[in-house]
């Protein structure tokens, strides 16, 4: 009888124990959120050196686009989603159903997160598996492919993106996007996306975009952008 009573007890002080830690964490969780307000959205890790990407694109460029541009996105998404229904969204949630300067700013987040992690020092040469059959179905060569991909993202007016997108049964196409535009908000997924505003470029090419477009491949990392399809 002794031991029934000394196991109950011990029960009921490990349940108090647990529910303890519960509210404990939940009131962690929620000073952490109210001191996070502003952090909420942050750009992707730069996953090589400012430099890695010399001669295609400069430590300069990488370093004023990646760090100033980017940063300035992100910056501006956190003040402006305050006391908005986007506060607590995610940044897909935000790209889809915004407008105005909160569009603006988290599909800038978004097509940077992309374009940046699309790329690796000495990367280069062609895609591989299903995407690359792809390619070659709808493009006929990989060739092929990027003189379309090119010819859009040159003549592509004013600031915006050149987009590789796929849609639910795996059809690719090249987009041409103005400002922060994203492949997203047609209901299509990005899986390559070259930026085609001045400030990704002027550094190192001046005006001459095609000339910098056709540079770019040299750098893609096609391990990281064939997993995409
Ligand atoms: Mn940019």
């Known amino acids: 009888m002794k031991a029934i009573h000394y196991y109950l007890l011990t029960g009921l002080f490990t349940l ?72 607590n969204a995610d940044l897909e949630t935000v790209v889809k159903e915004s407008d105005g300067a909160i569009f603006n700013n988290a599909g800038q987040i978004l097509n940077h997160n992309i374009y940046f992690t699309s790329f690796k020092k000495d990367g280069g040469g062609e895609p591989t598996g299903m995407l690359a ?37 795996g059809k690719l196409s090249i987009l041409k996007e103005s400002n922060a535009g994203n492949p997203l908000t047609s209901g299509l997924t990005p899986v390559l996306g070259f930026d085609v505003w001045e ?10 975009r095609a000339e910098h477009l056709k540079e770019v491949w040299k750098i893609v990392d096609w391990d990281v952008v064939s997993a995409r399809y």
């Open 16 to 87: 108090s124990m647990i529910s303890c830690n519960n509210s404990n964490a939940k009131n962690n969780e929620n000073n952490n959120s109210k001191n996070k307000v502003n952090m909420k959205f942050e750009k992707v890790a730069l996953p090589y050196a400012t430099d890695a990407l010399e001669p295609v694109i400069s430590k300069q460029t990488v370093e004023l686009h990646y760090g100033k541009h980017h940063q300035a996105y992100v910056d501006n998404l956190n003040k402006l989603v305050v006391g908005t229904k986007f506060e």
């Open 133 to 169: 059959e792809a390619i070659n179905e709808q493009f006929g060569s990989f060739d092929k492919f990027k003189e379309e991909f090119n010819a859009a993202g040159t003549s592509l007016f004013g600031s915006g993106w050149v987009w590789l997108a796929k849609d639910g049964s």
């Open 199 to 208: 400030h990704s470029y002027y550094l190192d090419y001046q005006n001459r």
